[in-house]
Every structure is written in C-alpha cells, then in structure tokens.
C-alpha cells in the first residue's frame, strides 16, 4: 500500500473498523471506498454499508453507525460530524489539509508513490502477425494493447518478456513458399528484391488455387449443370488438388530443413518482419525482431508434445484425432459443465493451433519463468484461449518450476478486444473490402495532425511541423484505441481522434505542452527553482480537485495491471488533464499579485502534475512533446 494513495490507507481503515463492528461477517469485504462525487460533502465516501445490509440484516445507516464508531482516522481525517453519514448510510470523509499535503510529498518522488513488485517475470504475447501478410488495422489492437499493459508491468519493476507468435509455419506459409520458388525457377522474380506487397498478392494467388470450389463440383453434379460446366469444375478442383499436393510436398522439405525451401522461407519471413517491426516502431512499441517467437520455433517440441499427452493418459483419441477435455464454459440441463474438446492432433497426424500454443505455455511458464502470460488477441478466440488454458493446467504446462512460487499454476489471461468498425457499423474496411493495412492509417492520422498543427503553427517550419504532426497523429491514433474499453467494438473515426478538445490524445499532450511552458514563463520571469521544496498548500477547491486526482495514480496503476484494462488509465489522465485546466483557469501562478509561497507551491503542484501525465502518457507507450 503506498503512503501517497489515501484511498489505499482509507480502503484498509474500513475493512478493519467493519471486522471490528461485526466480528462474526466471514467473508471478503470490500469498503467501497471512492472518491466523493459531491465535494461539499467531502474528499471520499464509503458505500459499505449498503452492500452490507443484507449480509448483516440490518439497515444501512445502523450499519454506518457502527462501522464510523470503530474507525480510527484521527491522524488523516477531520472529526465526523452530523454530515458524515448522509442519506441512507453513505459514510463520508474529509483529509485533513496536512494529510492531503503529506499525501503530496509522498507522491512527488523520483517513483510518484509507484510501488515495485520484486522477483516477478511476465509474458506478453503482442502482435501476431502472419507472414507474407501486411499488418492491418486489426493488429493495432493487440500491437497497442499489449505494449500498454506490457509496459505497465515494467512501470511496476516486472520484467517483461514480450512474444511475437508470429504465423510463420505450416501448410499456409508452405503454399507460398512453394509459389514464391515456382516464380524464382521461372525468372520472374528475385527472393532478394522481394517486396511485402508483391508477396500478399503471391500469397493470394497461392491460396486462390488451393481453394477451387469442391462444393461446386458436388453442386454440378446434383443439379446436372451440363458437360461443360462438369468438365471445368473438375479441372479446377484438379487444380486445387495439384497445388495443395505441391504445399504439402513444401510443407515437407520446411520440415526436413531443406536448404533451398528455407533459404526462400527465410526471404518471406525477413521480408514481412521487417515492414511489421518498421510498423511496431513508428507506432512507438517496444516490439523488437528479439521478441518473436514463431510457430516454427515449436515445430519440433509438437510430436513430443503429443507423445507426452498420450503416454500420460490426458489426451485421448475422438474420431481418430487426438484430444484433450476440459470442463467448458457452458453447463448442461443438469446444471454441469459441458465437456469441451481441446483438439491437439487431427485425423490425418497434423497439429493445431493449440498445439503450438500448449507449447508456448510450456515454454513461457516453466523455461522462460512467467508466474503471469497474457495474451492481447481477438476476443473471437475466447474460447480457444479458454481451452487452451484449461488443457495447459491440466497437463501441468502451466506449473511452476522455480522460484517462490514453485508448484503453483501461472495466471493466464486472455485480453481480449473487440472490432475496430467502420462508421458504418461494420468492420472496418476498404471500399473493396479488403483489411486496411495499418501503414496507411498510420500516415492518415498523421497527415490528419499535420494540418492541425500547420492551421496553428504559419510561422513554424515546414520540417518541424512534420516531427511533432507524426509524435500527434500516432498519439491520436494509439489513444483512441486504448481510451476504448478494450473488450468492445468501437467506430474508427479520424477528425475525432486528432481533435484538441475532449478524451482525445492531442488534448491531454496540449495539457502537458501548456505545463511545460508555464516553467519556460517562470524561467523568462527570473523565477529560481525554489519551488522545488515549497510546502504544498491546496486550498482553493481547484487545487484541492487536482490533488485528489493526482493521489489516484498509484492505485491506477495497480488497477491496470490488475483487470488488463488500459482505458482505466486513460480516464485518469482526462481526469487529471479536466482538473488541471479547472485550476490552471481559477488559481493564477505567475501573476505579479501572487504571493511567493503560493507561487512556489502551485509550481510544485503544476511539476507534479505534469510529471504524472507524462508518466502515464509513457506507459501506454505515447512520447510527450516540447511544443505543439
């Protein structure tokens, strides 16, 4: 618990005043302790009692009685009074000015009241691209997402070990292989001159030829089309055959590490991971070629894999596959859990998705030393995720092997996320229904900014207005995706992204920009750096408000970390933006008629706020600007 989050101290003081005014409640408590909508009523406000009236029987504002009788606060709080429990029993609280002020110094260190968690190591599988493919607007969520929460773990002294699972494997990626060594026998084109846009265009020619219509065929000879029409269907489904006998027969040589297939499987992955690096680092998340860990990197443990699942009875045979059950998420009549197959192996010997992702678990858990591995993909893979989860339990992969928690399980979470949907209300797309590729959202955002800033800045150079409109337009792109609550869908939409005004990332970098030039202000005006250890005073109710806000930090952090959730931290920093302009507007700092020691203690405050939005702009993987 930080000595800078009252809320923290507060929350602690409850449950301990509720065990003691009711002895006999087993069970968790929460004190539901929040800061106080209403500010004439106090700095917080304790709902506890109304959750805890039916559990106890009794009514609320008794409760409320009983819980303030216990409540020690004398040292951080004024004396209660008849307004402390108002209403039906919320119990309502005011920090002492010194407490408040404490509170302040606590927070205003190197680490702002951040508290470090030691021996700790956590995976983030981020990305997850597929090569010969460009990243698309749907790699953003989980690009973006997972190096936010990534680098809330590091924020709290985690280490952090990203992963790449790139689709990199398997009879895909064979058949354009395969395509890609028919057109170098053929002169048509070099592996060395290879670009990622000619590649996705082989890549569906490839696809395109191993998927003829065999539905087709059968509808042909149903409904006795014509001779014709038989004779093309099949040669088209000969075709089909033909090709996915050829990726299978490169699928092989992959396999066998056959030097001329993988010299050219090597093109295609060098290729597309760096088009997707160039992408991760111009949207500025740490997503180095060091975090990727391939499927092909599994390719070898899989049979093992399997022979261990077998030998030990976990995975069993179903219609000729291989398959692990687990306990699904959904009950029967009976009012148990529907077994769900967890498939590991088909029919015809090949692995699966979960397969390979067992595999990670296995590696990530007990090689890499992850207590936690979150996962930021799709929410559509829920219940593959699910599955995969329970089996990787189930067969131990997921234990501990090392370390202070040895023998236990590792917490796995999937972070899952919606869509990212057109104004339409679909997703989004181009006019031809083709995925949006990433880079050209990327540089309209940024062309977006650039505007912005030029309309603002005439007299800026031209150079200058395109290094901070990239740093805006990223900003205004990342942020509108992160203040989204990340398991729902949300409307793509450009001139609300990049506007000045409201929860938007250009808002909350112009808070921060105008910040930094007060103290350019103070330097002009012969102001020395006293203020550094000016006693804080917040005693206007602006200042008051942004104190309050500013104590949150700590415990949002925590919070994101905890529920995976990165648009907490993005309501707070709108929430300590909205306060600082409320102060900036009511609380005057450098005006001649302002006193030294106020002076000095509302440029402590305006340092610490800009500290603490810059942080929490760092975090969720957005630079600060100098200028706008």
């Known amino acids: 618990m930080s000595a800078a989050d009252p809320l923290a101290i507060l929350s602690a003081r409850f449950v301990a005043a509720i065990r003691a005014a009711f002895p006999d409640l087993n069970g968790e408590i929460d004190p539901l302790v929040t800061v106080n909508k209403n500010a004439a009523l106090g700095d917080f406000q304790s709902n506890a009692a109304m959750g805890l009236s039916k559990r106890i029987g009794k009514p609320p504002r008794e409760i409320a009685q009983a819980i303030v009788a216990k409540l020690e606060l004398s040292d951080i709080a004024e004396p209660f009074n008849d307004k402390s429990i108002a209403g039906p029993g919320f119990i309502n609280i005011t920090l002492k000015s010194a407490a408040l002020a404490a509170s302040l110094v606590a927070l205003d260190t190197p680490g702002l009241g951040v508290e470090q968690v030691a021996d700790a190591t956590i995976v983030v599988d981020v990305c997850g691209v597929n090569l ?27 280490r952090v070990i990203r992963q790449n699972h790139v689709g990199d494997w398997g009879l895909p990626i064979a058949m354009v292989t395969g395509k890609l060594m028919a057109e170098q026998a053929a002169g048509r084109l070099n592996p060395a001159t290879l670009t990622l846009d000619r590649l996705e265009k082989l890549y569906k020619r490839a696809q395109q030829e191993c998927e003829r219509d065999l539905a087709g065929l059968e509808a042909v000879k149903k409904f006795g089309l014509g001779p014709k029409a038989l004779a093309e269907v099949e040669e088209q489904v000969h075709g089909a055959t033909e090709a996915f006998t050829h990726a299978r027969q490169t699928l092989v040589r992959l396999q066998s590490q056959d030097p001329a297939t993988i010299a050219v499987w090597k093109a295609i992955y060098d290729c597309t991971m760096s088009d997707v690096l160039a992408v991760c680092k111009r949207l500025h998340a740490n997503v180095t070629n060091e975090a990727t860990a391939g499927e092909s990197s599994y390719a070898d443990e899989l049979g093992p894999l399997v022979d261990d699942l077998v030998n030990r009875k976990i995975a069993e045979e179903s219609d000729g596959a291989l398959v692990v059950f687990v306990q699904g998420t959904r009950t029967g009549e009976d009012g148990q859990p529907i077994r769900e197959a967890c498939l590991v192996r088909k029919s015809d010997g090949g692995y699966l998705y979960a397969t390979t992702d067992l595999a990670a678990i296995r590696r990530r858990v007990q090689k890499l030393g992850a207590g936690r591995v979150v996962y930021a993909v799709d929410a559509r893979q829920a219940q593959h995720f699910d599955q995969v989860f329970k089996a990787a339990t189930r067969a131990g992969y997921a234990t501990i092997l090392t370390g202070k928690d040895s023998g236990a399980v590792a ?86 992204m990049v506007a000045f005004e409201g929860n938007t990332g250009p808002y909350l970098l112009n808070a921060l920009v105008r910040i930094k030039s007060i103290f350019r202000k103070a330097s002009e005006k012969g102001v020395d750096t006293n203020w550094k250890g000016a006693l804080f005073a917040p005693n206007a109710p602006q200042e008051k408000t942004l104190a309050l806000a500013l104590l949150r930090y700590p415990g949002v952090i925590e919070q994101v970390a905890d529920t995976l959730e990165p648009h907490r931290m993005c309501g707070y920093l709108y929430d300590v933006a909205s306060a600082f302009a409320s102060f900036y507007e009511a609380c005057p700092v450098l005006k001649d008629d302002v006193s030294a020691s106020t002076r000095d203690a509302r440029l402590r405050l305006c340092d610490l706020t800009g500290r603490i939005l810059s942080d929490g702009l760092v975090t969720l993987g957005i630079p600060p600007l100098e200028r706008m």
Do not use: C
């Not at 010969?132 to 985690?158: C, M, N, P």
């Open 132 to 158: 010969a493919k460009q990243a698309h607007i749907g790699h953003l969520r989980s690009i973006v997402i997972g190096d936010a929460l990534a680098r809330t773990f590091e924020r709290q002294g985690i």
């Open 411 to 496: 917490r796995m979470d999937h972070a899952a996320f919606g869509t990212v949907l057109g104004k339409d209300g679909k997703p989004f797309k181009t006019r031809s229904g083709e995925s949006v590729k990433l880079n050209d959202v990327i540089e309209e955002a940024v062309q977006k900014a650039l505007a912005e800033v030029a309309s603002r800045n005439t007299e800026m150079p031209a150079s200058q207005q395109r290094e901070i409109a990239e740093v805006l337009g990223v900003a205004a792109l990342k942020y509108a995706d992160l203040s989204n609550d990340r398991v729902k869908d949300y409307v793509f939409d450009f001139d609300r």
